[in-house]
């Protein structure tokens, strides 16, 4: 793993290795792993084919697919307790096409009582292991998690949705089992806007905290070792979508961000085309290489440059001698070599990303990236108030070489700006825009209780921190409002109105890892608690790649605590806006 300092991804493996690999390892012995769909990405996420060979893994097999049978071999089933995945581990076991000598099942999760039965009446016999070992999340980088339910924003969000509670229910059993695996039993807070009657949602957050509460109290009451874990002083914080609609609409000029906005990045998989060879290529924009890792954050101003510079400081720091030239260190270098052109070829990648990305915005987007920021922060660069802000937007509308989703994202922004328009403004801003068979895409993010139509009762904007020290550029001038939530929390300066705990809260914490007075004598408290702070934050309905960037920002800053961030799916501006297409259909 290139990444330096605390990982989830490792954190994870650790675990799959002490609960699953350790627990049925026999000196000598291999095994075969099968794994299902969801179960293939979340190994994926954290461990590859060779640290499983490691660890005695002869094959890795799929679950729903055809396998011949190893009679000789013992199985690791590593599954989500469904009813698919069960009835496939039963067919292995048929008396007559048995298909392992032996099984060790290990669920992700609680297996309901019912499919349980159904295992236990047919194939006991074959079945030398059993366990739930609670980890239905994926470790999708170092800091941030994903639940991989990308439908989960229908299921919240629309009036017709029949499974709302359903999706809920799943999300904090999955949220307690990634406390559970980070070993923390976090106080639990959620966000309360107020003046906000959440007519629509009626707040998600809310309903969602408590019974994660509960399910964390249930599972560390049911833990093996029988004891009752108390609450550590970590935090959980849970938002819903609507807290900062901006952040998940706006042009974001950081390369990560910027690549997956503009470009067509699937699975973190980026094809390209490299100039005079025809050959297509791909590559994997992931944390086993160093170089993306020190270039995903940075703005994209500074790719350019940065990239030759990381690779010399690679190659520098990789060579095999200095001084005297013999053919032992000629060998070494050799050795070498691959590497070096490894790195090179990395260099080229990441240099036509960034090309491919300036090339995306020179033009329109440039443009409107300075009205985007006008109208995010409410000043122009020279910090002066914005004035008439449907002067900023009306040329973008009329210009008719803006596609139909550039101009939502700039009509929403000046919605977001006046804190909601008039029924009639909306309908000229459609009109100039000629987006008609759009309007659902704007109206529906009502059904996130942000306001579209101005009415009586006002939303109250959050206070923002001044950030105009930080600002390095123009067109980067907005801050996500997650990274004020980040360090207000680990200051310690949630107001408790806006932030209520759930029962059970944990002791208060800061910058320093002190405790407030007010939650009496932590002393007791064993001291790699005190160094390993945990602020966990899970966004209901997606999550930018600006906001996992500022886990990772305020982490760094902060030395004494971990900021872990994640939600149901990763989101882009493109695939939120399809997604709210789709919420009356």
């Known amino acids: 793993m290139a990444t330096a300092g605390y990982s989830l991804k490792i954190v994870v493996w650790q675990k799959i290795k002490n609960l699953i690999l350790d627990d049925c390892m026999e000196e000598g012995e291999w095994k075969i792993l099968i794994l299902d769909h969801y179960t293939t990405k979340l190994l994926s996420s954290c461990c590859k084919m060779s640290t499983l060979m490691s660890e005695k893994i002869s094959v890795v097999e799929d679950l729903h697919k055809n396998r011949e049978p190893v009679p000789n071999m013992k199985a690791i089933y590593f599954i989500t307790p469904t009813e698919k995945s069960i009835e496939a581990l039963i067919n292995d076991f048929r008396k007559k096409n048995q298909k392992y000598k032996a099984a060790y099942v290990y669920f992700t999760d609680y297996c309901p009582d019912n499919l349980f039965s159904q295992l236990k009446t047919t ?140 470009l067509a990045i699937e699975n973190n998989i980026y094809r390209y085309e490299i100039k005079n060879d025809s050959t297509s290529k791909e590559a994997l924009l992931d944390e086993d290489d160093t170089l993306w890792v020190n270039l995903r954050h940075l703005h994209i101003a500074e790719v350019g440059d940065k990239i030759p510079k990381l690779v010399k400081e690679l190659a520098k720091s990789s060579k095999a001698t200095e001084g005297k030239v013999t053919v032992s260190s000629l060998s070494q270098m050799m050795k070498k070599l691959p590497a070096f052109r490894k790195q090179k070829a990395k260099q080229t990648t990441y240099l036509t990303l960034a090309e491919d990305c300036m090339k995306h915005f020179n033009g329109i987007v440039k443009k409107m990236c300075k009205a985007e920021q006008d109208l995010a922060v409410g000043t122009d660069a020279q910090s002066q108030k914005i004035k008439d802000p449907m002067r900023i937007i009306l040329p973008f509308l009329l210009d008719k070489s803006i596609g139909d989703y550039d101009k939502l994202r700039i009509i929403l ?173």
Request: aromatic residues 8%; hydrophobic residues 35%; negative net charge.
């Open 413 to 585: 922004l000046y919605i977001f700006h006046v804190n909601g328009t008039t029924e009639e403004n909306l309908g000229k801003l459609i009109q100039h825009g000629k987006i008609a068979e759009n309007r659902d895409i704007i109206e529906n993010w009502k059904f996130l209780d942000v306001p579209i139509l101005s009415s009586g009762t006002q939303h109250r904007k959050p206070v923002r921190k001044d950030r105009s020290a930080e600002e390095s550029y123009d067109l980067s001038r907005w801050t996500p409002i997650i990274k004020d939530i980040m360090e207000d929390s680990i200051a310690n300066k949630l107001d408790s109105h806006d932030w209520p705990h759930c029962s059970g809260c944990s002791a208060a914490w800061n910058g320093s890892g002190a405790v407030s007075a007010r939650q009496g004598n932590k002393s007791n408290l064993p001291d790699d608690r005190r160094g390993g702070l945990k602020l966990i934050i899970f966004i209901i309905g997606g999550i930018t790649y600006s906001e996992m960037r500022c886990a990772y920002e305020v982490s760094k800053a902060s030395k004494c605590c971990e900021v872990i961030i994640g939600s149901t799916h990763i989101l882009t501006p493109t695939r939120l806006l399809d997604d709210l297409n789709k919420l009356n259909k």
């Open 123 to 262: 194939c006991s016999k074959s079945i030398k292991r059993c366990k739930e070992v609670n980890l239905s999340f994926l470790s999708h980088e170092s800091q941030v998690f994903t639940f991989d339910i990308p439908g989960a924003f229908y299921s919240i969000y629309s009036p017709d949705s029949k499974d709302k509670n359903d999706i809920m229910e799943m999300m904090a059993e999955k949220i307690a089992t990634v406390c559970a695996i980070l070993d923390e039993n976090p106080g639990v807070r959620y966000r309360k806007e107020y003046g906000n009657d959440y007519s629509f949602t009626g707040n998600n957050a809310e309903y969602l905290a408590h019974l994660t509460e509960e399910k964390l109290a249930n599972h560390y009451k049911l833990a093996e070792e029988c004891n009752i874990k108390g609450k550590t002083q970590s935090q959980l914080l849970i938002i819903d979508r609507g807290f900062d609609p901006i952040s998940s609409i706006l042009h974001e000029l950081t390369f990560q961000a910027m690549a997956h906005d503009l």
